[in-house]
């Protein structure tokens, strides 16, 4: 039995092909029982995006409504979720239940996860169907643009949890986009001693900097930063954010004896890691695959409390039109730090808020 509404159709962003998004009329989804409909608000975009923009995501099945970092408001409520009017931020993942890390209550890392924007249809359309236990409620008065965060900052919570930081750690972060800079801020919020970031990109330097953070000067060779800044012994955590072969070649010497490397972005493809420096130094390498429930229950509270200070961060709003000019704007990883898509009144397309 489905729930009924008198609206038949809605707009859509709808993948078609690589690198082609369709802006269509389709059918509004089916909201089974136990099932909300949310109006979006607004979509963050990442590199999730990117990869089934292009084509080159294995699960992604065109054509799809993309769009996993989902803000809106609940249009039809069902008893099991939040009430009508309610602002929501979704956990978007889908689990099977019966694997052995469900079983034990990871589902995050399920060994067949997927994610509405993916698998299913996401909320690049005015409206996304969504199981009520996906939705967790957010303060109406948080900004709009901080409430959208909620998603990629459970990724650095997550981050953070699995480091073992403890308070008073050196800490680096290499890669100032979306994640290293919230795993940066999450970082300090939980108490590290120092927190340096690597990025070669000059715009995102200074973002990074205008937060309030030391990075590694434009030249300079970042194992020589973290070195002087650790007296010769390295950084207690470090996270790599970028994903880069890169950063993946210095991560040995970027750490201290006993020290431990969170890896937090994901790499497309396998690369070289001196794993007998990793071995001889005692090293503990962490892998973060998104975030538990808990971690986006904490990335909702952090906003609520404004402790992070993100209204801080800069964005850009793009109407659900144009969508494919957001993707472009996002792709070129400047000084606009995130690109959400959504409804004009947000901050209005093709505007920044910082």
Request: proline share 7%; glycine share 10%.
């Amino acid at each position: 039995m489905s729930i009924e509404t008198e609206v038949k159709t809605m707009s859509a962003a709808v993948w078609t092909s690589p690198d082609t998004i369709e802006y269509r009329t389709v059918p509004l989804p089916e909201v089974p029982e136990g099932w909300a409909l949310v109006r979006s608000e607004l979509t963050g975009i990442c590199g999730t995006d990117f990869s089934i923009l292009h084509g080159s995501h294995p699960r992604a099945e065109a054509p799809v409504v993309m769009g996993h970092e989902i803000t809106g408001i609940v249009e039809i409520a069902t008893p099991e979720g939040p009430a009508t009017g309610t602002r929501v931020i979704v956990e978007p993942l889908i689990h099977c239940g019966n694997c052995h890390p469900c079983r034990q209550g990871d589902t995050h890392v399920c060994r067949s996860l997927e994610l509405y924007g993916i698998d299913v249809a996401g909320s690049l359309a005015e409206y996304v169907a969504l199981p009520a236990e996906t939705l967790i409620p957010i303060s109406s008065a948080v900004p709009l643009l901080e409430a959208a965060l909620a998603e990629p900052l459970a990724v650095a919570v997550h981050a953070v949890s699995r480091s073992g930081l403890r308070g008073g750690e050196r800490v680096v972060v290499f890669g100032a986009g979306p994640i290293g800079i919230l795993t940066a801020l999450v970082a300090r919020h939980e108490g590290a001693g120092s927190v340096l970031i690597s990025e070669p990109s000059e715009d995102r330097r200074k973002v990074a900097e205008e937060l309030g953070f030391e990075t590694v000067a434009s030249g300079a060779d970042p194992i020589e930063a973290i070195l002087e800044a650790s007296g010769g012994d390295g950084a207690d955590i470090v996270f790599d954010s970028a994903a880069h072969p890169s950063v993946a070649a210095v991560l040995p010497k970027a750490v201290r004896v006993l020290g431990t490397i969170v890896l937090v972005g994901v790499y497309k493809k396998p690369v070289e890691v001196d794993l007998q420096a990793l071995t001889f130094a005692e090293n503990t390498v962490v892998g973060v695959r998104v975030y538990t429930r808990a971690d986006v229950e904490r990335a909702v509270r952090l906003i609520e409390g404004g402790d992070l200070g993100l209204g801080r961060i800069p964005v850009e709003v793009f109407p659900l039109e144009e969508t494919l000019a957001a993707f472009t704007k996002a792709m070129t990883a400047g000084a606009v730090l995130k690109v959400f898509v959504g409804p004009a009144t947000a901050v209005g397309p093709g505007k920044e808020e910082a």
